[in-house]
């Protein structure tokens, strides 16, 4: 059943020519409240833009390199951007609304809730995650928190939609304060950032999130929407 659903999946991203981009994060539930990241974490693309790149070049979105926090090789078109709350789970609406909050004060960008799911850029869920990527090791359970799908235009570098989700069962455990470093990991992948290495002080490395939003992320988002340093 679920392999018929990712077969049609597989099909409609097709038909529709958008690379998807799931971004997975694994926690260990049991000690230290460290995210991991999936073995296959990655970027699902149907779509081969190596013929029309140069043509579509003059429309692309303009994206900066050698940013602190690595980016996808995506963003929005706009700053002003509209979330929809598709949760009634307090503690994971607690924690998104937490991280729109911080991502705005970045500057960089302005998140606005709105009650109109069909207008709106990002869409905040909360769902079971499946168990992806093997136990590290005896004694611990791998679960993933959060995760971020991604569809953007190959053609314009322009993120159309993203949707993330985080795993309420699991976050129900956690603090207030990770719930919001995991939303703000998940949102800072719905506006275009990467994971980021172990050595670059980042909300955007996978085992360890519990920096928040850096000075590297802010610095970087504000390159990604070219509203300065
Ligand atoms: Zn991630």
Redesign the pocket.
Known sequence: MKKHLLIITIILVGILLLPVHV???NVLTAGQPS?F?APD?GQLSVYDDSSQAVQAGKHRLYLPTNTPTPIENYRWPTRKLKIYMDTSDRPIQQAFKGAVQAWNRTGAVHIKWCRNESQADIIARDGALSNTGAAPGVGYVSAQL?S?NTEYNPDTNALIQARSTLDASHLDYASRSFRTEVAE??L??ALGLA?APEYVHSV?I?RNIRTGITHNDRKTLRQLYDVGR
Do not use: S
């Open positions: 971004a997975a994060d995210v990241d974490d959060g971020t990991h998940e800072g992948h994971h955007m996978p």
